[in-house]
């Protein structure tokens, strides 16, 4: 009985060895990779009906840099340079911006249907450098799955916009261009399929979350004393960026 306890335990200790000596076959790489694919505005980004809360964001697309270095194996630390922009819904913006200086002005400003109305929108835009913790796991020889959580700095620039309205007698103008410094994260994860020692096909899911704020104004021009109070936007920039790209191992 005493023999056979203790050809277990070496038996036991044998397999825990052989673990040991494989687990470096396994252990994870360092990489960098490229990506390319689309940014799905969420939430109060992508609806419109409000110019105070609501981005009229439509769907764009998003570039990433990332790598991630682990001095242990599954545990590492991650980083992120990315880049996305994201479409104005303009007939939505146009509709109520007009109707917000129509509504909001000091004294009643009738818009004639044949007034000149010529109104100009451009991109949101926005870019992140993140770092932060990144975990993998290595489920074969050839697959890799991630899971990050990473946050920084995100530089936020709104659609510029600009709005002309021209009829007798009166010209309303608007001109809206900002940028912003904020506090932003991503979190997500992803595969990386090796296609040889050295070059994977890297797929990511990723959640990006920061806070736009910025102003609309309004001046009014030629005959006309009424003023137009400005709006001050505030709401979450959020999008689900869903990308496809190649790694670099090393």
């Not at 969420?42 to 570039?63: F, M, P, Q, V």
Request: no cysteine; net charge neutral.
């Amino acid at each position: 009985m005493v023999i056979m306890k203790r050809g277990k335990k070496i038996t036991w200790i044998l397999i825990l060895f052989l673990s040991m000596v494989n687990l470096p076959l396994l252990a994870q790489q360092n990489f960098a990779s490229i990506s390319f694919g689309a940014a799905i505005p969420l939430g109060d980004y992508a609806l419109t009906g409000d110019l105070s809360s609501n981005g009229y964001a439509r769907s764009g697309g998003a570039i990433k840099f990332d790598a991630a270095y682990f001095p242990i194996s599954y545990f590492g630390i991650g980083g992120s340079f990315s880049f996305g922009s994201n479409y104005a819904i303009r007939d939505s913006l146009l509709k109520d911006m007009t109707t917000y200086v129509v509504e909001n002005a000091s004294s009643i400003i009738d818009i004639p249907d044949d007034a000149e109305i010529i109104y100009g929108s451009g991109f949101w835009n926005y870019i992140n450098l993140f770092i932060g913790p990144h975990f993998s796991i290595r489920a074969s020889q050839r697959l890799y799955f991630d899971f990050r959580g990473l946050a920084g700095m995100s530089i936020l620039k709104t659609p510029d916009q600009e709005l002309r309205i021209n009829f007798p007698g009166t010209e309303i103008y608007s001109y809206t261009s900002n940028n912003k410094l904020a506090f932003g994260f991503t979190a997500g994860g992803g595969l990386r399929y090796l296609l040889n020692s050295n070059i994977a096909l890297k797929l990511g899911a990723d959640f990006f979350q920061s806070k736009a704020k910025f102003e609309y104004t309004f001046d009014l021009f030629r005959g006309v004393a009424e003023d137009v109070p400005p709006i001050d936007a505030k709401f979450l920039l959020r999008t689900l960026e869903l990308t496809a790209g190649l790694a670099y191992s090393f």
